[in-house]
């Protein structure tokens, strides 16, 4: 028996105190006199807002001065919100240390690549490693804990904001980077070994030698990569050390109520799949343009990463944007109608809430000209109806509240090792961007309803029919062990070029390409092919001519048959793709970054190979979403469009139908950016 998660009680109870999903946003009422506290309270109501995120950019207005606290506006705050049964994620503040804290100690700012020190002014001006920086961090944590914990309006807790990870260069850091190489390598000698140090004589005698990685210059050539690698696991580290002694504080004195912090979705610097299992719910900030025609595609994937990295367990997103996000270069409206669809789609895909940056529009600050709940134009606006008009709806979605997507049949390899890795410097192609090519071989399964997971190369992966593994560069031999494994065991797998190349070590593997899984592919690669930027090649796959871009691997076939051949260029008459069977499985290999419709055709092809149906076929630009008992159908286009239920029970009630809630028959008419939740058991109270 799985010992029970402490944090499913935690979430219980918050559901059970937000009488179902939560909505709501950032709520920063430093910005504001109290008069306009009252009206704010008095709107949230209005818009049924359950939930806001409070105090993330206010330490400056905790602590003044060093060890003098001005608690008395927050506590008015928090019992105003009480009274109007409104719900607080508390958040430290220290994302953004106060002005007194870099004038009186300068060491704890970071020091960028350059060996500048960042001046304040902005946020998130400091050092992850600075002792004195963690030092006042607990201190006001401690403060406000202790303050709060049993506070009416308390719900749950939010540690620090978007940690980054991108990491310091100041001495405190360096002297933490050596302490954190000792721990990992006991030996200077093993740390020699993993760097491959006897290439151009670089060596280290001792831990105490060893610097951050030397930032690029025209005086030198490239950096260690062994180096670099470990240096973005050290400052991940770093950064997970500081949320975790937060999140230790606020535990002792709230040990009921979740913590989570909010992560950037398919962000790069940090491993979210180590933080997420340190959370007791993940959050997301999510932030997809509004005419970005990729943008639902794109908010899906970082949906289904954020459900994955708890193992499909709801999870929250706390930021969003009810019109534009201020980092467009231009301020895009969101057309009409759209910010229903686009919020409720995260619900569609586990989220057990629709939250937003910002409650109310600053009026001054950097972000003055972001979009919010309640904009600089108030009650007036378009916004503030659809917003009102979405809490309602959220309100209709109650039951869903809890409900876990089942595990896909689709699942992706998502490794943030191997991202660092695969996009470290001198590399055969230096263009390769790896989360453009996992968005690659996903948007063609978004865009047929197949339901994906994310899923580490070491996880348990016997429950999929189909594993997804783009440019998997960096594996080690648990990892690489278990894919072949899995496919063994009968599996469908269809990994992308450049995979399996170095160990954790970012060490070429020995014995030629593709050293981890030759047997797996039944191929070897006489050698990389990189095409220049913009050129292409002829490509055939089952009947459809198509075109390979970026990259080719010159293929020689160990067992494995060709799939998909080039027609022209140098490698004509060699293997783009290729298709091995081990054991009860087969193993897909594409040796090149093809057009996207041959991608669409090669991997559904694979889907229909492996069994897997979509959850429903639909004009294009609906998206169909299972969740649990619920069947969620999602209009991003600007026009009408009818969907066919097909096989579905005829009977589905609408949860977001009129009052009435009408009975669904077969063809079910959805206007422009129209919704529909289907529960295909009524009259079955949940
Ligand atoms: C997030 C951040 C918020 C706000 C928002 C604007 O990254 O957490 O505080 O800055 O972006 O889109
Ligand atoms: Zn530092």
Redesign the pocket.
């Known amino acids: 028996m799985p010992r029970p998660d402490p944090a499913d009680a935690r979430l219980d109870g918050l559901r059970r105190r937000l009488k179902g999903l939560a909505y709501g946003g950032?709520y920063n009422p430093e910005q504001w006199p109290a008069a306009t506290w009252r009206e704010d309270v008095s709107l949230m109501r209005e818009a049924g807002v359950n939930l806001v995120t409070v105090g993330?950019w206010s330490w400056g207005q905790l602590e003044p001065r060093p060890g003098h606290y001005e608690f008395g506006w927050l506590d008015e705050v928090m019992d105003l919100l009480a009274e109007a049964g409104v719900g607080v994620d508390l958040a430290t503040p220290t994302a953004a240390p106060p002005s007194w804290l870099a004038h009186e100690q300068p060491e704890t700012l970071p020091v960028d690549g350059e060996g500048r020190r960042i001046a304040f002014g902005s946020r998130c001006q400091y050092c992850q490693s600075s002792p004195v920086f963690r030092y006042h961090a607990a201190r006001i944590t401690e403060r406000l804990a202790e303050r709060y914990a049993g506070h009416p309006a308390l719900a749950m807790w939010h540690i620090g904001?978007?940690y980054g990870g991108f990491g310091c260069h100041c001495p405190a850091s360096v002297a933490h980077f050596r302490r954190w190489l000792a721990d990992r390598y006991s030996t200077v000698d093993a740390l020699n070994e993993a760097w491959g140090t006897a290439f151009w004589g670089q060596r280290y005698d001792s831990f105490d030698h060893i610097g951050t990685p030397a930032p690029r210059s025209r005086l030198i050539s490239g950096p260690n990569p062994g180096q670099l690698l470990d240096f973005q696991r050290f400052c991940d580290a770093a950064a997970l050390e500081c949320y975790i002694a937060e999140r230790d504080i606020v535990r002792r004195h709230s040990p009921e109520l979740p913590i989570t912090t909010?992560f950037m979705g398919s962000f790069k610097h940090l491993d979210y799949w180590r933080w997420a299992a340190e959370e007791d719910v993940v959050s997301l900030?999510i932030?997809a343009g509004p005419l970005d025609p990729d943008g639902p595609a794109l908010a899906a994937y970082n949906f289904d990463l954020m459900r994955s990295l708890r193992g499909g367990k709801p999870w929250l997103m706390l930021?969003s944007?009810t019109g534009n996000?201020?980092t467009d270069g231009r301020n895009y409206a969101r057309p009409a109608g759209q910010l229903r669809v686009r919020s409720l789609q995260a619900v569609a895909r586990g989220a057990d809430s629709v939250m937003f940056?910002q409650w109310r529009a600053s009026r001054a600050g950097a972000?003055r000209y972001?979009s919010a709940m309640v904009p600089h134009g108030g009650t007036r606006t378009r916004t503030w109806r659809e917003v009102t008009a979405l809490g309602r709806d959220v309100a209709r979605l109650g039951e869903v509240a809890g409900d876990a997507n089942d595990q896909a049949d689709v699942a992706i390899v998502w490794d943030w090792e191997n991202w660092w890795a695969v996009e470290g410097p001198d590399h055969p192609s230096n263009d390769l961007r790896l989360s453009d090519r996992l968005m690659d071989h996903y948007r063609p399964l978004w865009d047929a309803n197949i339901a994906v997971d994310f899923v580490g190369p070491r996880d348990e992966l016997g429950g999929y029919r189909l594993l997804v593994v783009p440019n998997l560069y960096l594996v080690d031999d648990v990892g690489a062990d278990n894919l072949t494994a899995y496919v063994r065991a009968g599996g469908h797998l269809l990994m992308s070029y450049f995979s399996g190349i170095v160990d954790e070590f970012d060490r070429v593997r020995p014995g030629g390409h593709p050293g981890a899984f030759r047997d797996l592919l039944g191929i070897d690669i006489d050698d990389f092919s990189p095409l220049p930027p913009g050129d292409s090649r002829s490509l055939h796959y089952a009947g459809y001519s198509g075109t390979a871009t970026d990259w080719q691997d010159i293929i020689d076939l160990v067992g494995a048959e060709p799939l998909a051949t080039y027609t022209d260029g140098e490698l004509k008459g060699g293997s783009a793709a290729t298709r091995h069977r081990l054991g009860n499985g087969t193993a897909t290999y594409l040796g090149t970054s093809p057009d996207r419709e041959t991608l669409r055709r090669l991997l559904l092809d694979i889907v229909g190979d492996a069994g897997v149906a979509p959850v429903l076929d639909t004009p294009q630009g609906v998206e169909a979403v299972r969740r649990g008992a619920y069947l969620f159908l999602l209009n991003h286009t600007a026009d009408e469009a009818t969907v066919d239920l097909g096989a579905l029970p005829h009977q589905a009630v609408d949860l977001l139908g009129a009052d009435t809630q009408p009975a669904v028959t077969d063809g079910l008419h959805l206007p422009p950016f129209g919704v529909a939740v289907l529960h295909d058991t009524p009259g079955v109270e949940s």
């Open positions: 950032d993330v904001n978007e909010n900030d932030y930021e944007a996000n201020l940056f972000e972001h």
